[in-house]
């Protein structure tokens, strides 16, 4: 069986949780946190000592986008990348655009949920503010992509694009930010939809085991 190494709440790792639920694939996950210097042999499955690591009866694979191709390609049905050319590369540039975003966000994740809530340490709330003032153009690119007509990023079904946004926006929540329906409708209403998914549903009640109160996902 496929194994999954990380902890449940970064945003690559439950990426890679919701991609096989999605998909239909039983796996284990074994939670890890990679703080501080990890032992020599999660090095040697992540040589960059990030998380998640996918476990498969090939060998280890390490990086949530190599993990997710291997997801793909080995379990084609249902395709969680769409077809036609266009489509297909959006909905990658999404996973792209994700990451830049989650360069602010999980800043503002670390420092308040990871620093401040499990470690009981003060969070740098300087390092706070430079992130959150970068997230409002995110956030407005996003909701100008989405169509009010569509369910998702690429139609009436959400693909790899939809669930790593939706993914790193779950920690911002997590964090105790907010994304209002009032100034960004379509992007809430995307969010509410991915959320209400057994995939995602499954996740966030395990984060806010965790997270107790901190999280606004659901004020």
Same mark, same amino acid.
């Given at each position: 069986m496929l194994k999954v190494v990380g902890a449940g709440l970064s945003p690559w790792v439950r990426?890679?949780?919701? @991609?096989?639920? +999605?998909?239909?694939? +039983? =796996? %284990? &996950? +074994?939670?890890? $946190?990679? $703080?501080?210097?990890? /032992?020599d042999e999660f090095k040697q499955k992540s040589p960059l000592a990030l998380v998640p690591v996918l476990e498969t009866d090939e060998g280890p694979l390490a990086d949530s986008s190599a993990i997710c191709a291997y997801l793909e390609a080995r379990f084609p049905t /249902? *395709?969680?990348? /769409? %077809?036609?050319? =266009? *489509? &297909?590369?959006?909905?990658?540039?999404?996973? *792209?655009?994700? %990451?830049?975003?989650?360069?602010?966000?999980?800043?503002i994740f670390f420092q308040r949920a990871?620093?401040? &809530?499990?470690?009981?340490?003060?969070?740098?709330?300087?390092? @706070?503010?430079?992130?959150? *003032?970068?997230? /409002?153009? $995110?956030?407005? =690119?996003l909701e100008n992509e989405l169509d009010a007509s569509r369910m998702y990023f690429s139609g009436e079904t959400p693909y790899l694009g939809d669930i790593t @946004?939706?993914? @790193?926006?779950?920690?911002?929540?997590?964090?105790?930010?907010?994304?209002?329906?009032?100034?960004?409708?379509?992007?809430?209403? $995307?969010?509410?939809?991915?959320?209400?998914?057994?995939?995602?549903? %499954?996740?966030i009640e395990d984060d806010l085991t965790t997270l107790g109160g901190l999280s606004t996902v659901r004020r």
């Amino acid at each position: 069986m496929l194994k999954v190494v990380g902890a449940g709440l970064s945003p690559w790792v439950r990426r890679v949780m919701i @991609v096989l639920e +999605e998909k239909g694939i +039983e =796996y %284990d &996950h +074994e939670p890890f $946190f990679p $703080f501080g210097d990890p /032992p020599d042999e999660f090095k040697q499955k992540s040589p960059l000592a990030l998380v998640p690591v996918l476990e498969t009866d090939e060998g280890p694979l390490a990086d949530s986008s190599a993990i997710c191709a291997y997801l793909e390609a080995r379990f084609p049905t /249902p *395709a969680l990348l /769409p %077809d036609g050319p =266009y *489509a &297909h590369g959006r909905s990658v540039w999404l996973c *792209a655009y994700a %990451d830049a975003l989650f360069k602010h966000e999980g800043t503002i994740f670390f420092q308040r949920a990871v620093r401040g &809530h499990l470690m009981k340490q003060e969070p740098d709330e300087d390092a @706070v503010e430079a992130a959150r *003032a970068a997230i /409002p153009p $995110f956030l407005a =690119y996003l909701e100008n992509e989405l169509d009010a007509s569509r369910m998702y990023f690429s139609g009436e079904t959400p693909y790899l694009g939809d669930i790593t @946004v939706a993914s @790193v926006l779950l920690n911002y929540l997590h964090a105790g930010e907010r994304i209002d329906a009032q100034t960004h409708p379509k992007l809430r209403g $995307f969010l509410d939809r991915m959320f209400e998914r057994k995939s995602f549903a %499954d996740r966030i009640e395990d984060d806010l085991t965790t997270l107790g109160g901190l999280s606004t996902v659901r004020r």
